[in-house]
């Protein structure tokens, strides 16, 4: 079957550091798009970056600078870390893989980051 | 970047009513145009890719259109478990930008 499972979310201070991972299972990373969605709380979805399967990123100019993506294949895991929080990043992470056809068709079940002193 | 625009933002409707939300580029995507449907409490769930095709087990009621700029999920017959926000996404490169959903309740 066919999963993610996110893990590393807490609590952490303005200016913290905090690593998001992804672990995937019933197909490789490095043959998909992975991608990381959040969604703060009470608000719409908001795309921060991508990993492609060539190994390039993207990200969103909200968190360019600031957070990075990556896998280790050996693991079959994507990471996200994130760097300078701020109160604004506080949301639920999703990871989610871009299927074949283009579009988020397997998402995780999300984890919470609160940025707060 | 483009923008992605969806309305209305809310909406409120009655069981077997059809349900029409829209979603505007602010440029051409062609038909790269997702729509995916978060219930409360939940993992946002993909319903529709390029524009009008529907995934493996969603049901019928639910159809997508357009193409370019303009496109529209419908549900021809709202039913109760279909309470939700329903959020129009563009994939074709990044960033992979949504709008910025619509919720909508049962009236």
């Known amino acids: 079957e066919v999963q993610l499972m996110e893990s590393g979310g807490g609590l952490v201070q303005p200016g913290g550091s905090l690593r998001l991972s992804c672990a995937a299972s019933g197909f490789t990373v490095s043959s998909k798009y992975m991608i990381w969605v959040r969604q703060a709380p009470g608000k719409g979805l908001e795309w921060v970056s991508v990993i492609y399967s060539g190994g390039s990123t993207y990200y969103a100019d909200s968190v360019r600078g600031r957070f990075t993506i990556s896998r280790d294949n050996s693991m079959n895991t994507m990471y996200l870390q994130m760097n300078s929080l701020r109160a604004e990043d506080t949301a639920v992470y999703y990871c989610?893989?871009?299927?074949?056809?283009?579009?988020?068709?397997?998402w995780g079940r999300g984890t919470m980051v609160t940025v707060s002193s | 970047d483009i923008q992605m625009t969806q309305s209305p933002s809310s909406l409120s409707a009655s069981v077997g009513d059809r349900v029409t939300i829209t979603c505007r580029a602010s440029q051409g995507i062609n038909n790269y145009l997702a729509w995916y449907q978060q219930k409360p409490g939940r993992v946002p769930k993909l319903l529709i890719s390029a524009a009008s095709t529907l995934q493996s087990g969603v049901p019928s009621r639910f159809s997508g259109s357009g193409s370019g700029t303009d496109f529209t999920l419908t549900i021809s017959s709202l039913q109760s478990e279909d309470v939700a926000t329903y959020y129009c996404?563009?994939?074709?490169?990044?960033?992979?930008?949504f709008g910025q959903g619509t919720k909508l309740e049962i009236k």
């Open positions: 989610a893989r871009m299927g074949s056809a283009g579009p988020f068709d397997v």
């Open positions: 996404q563009k994939y074709n490169s990044g960033p992979y930008t």
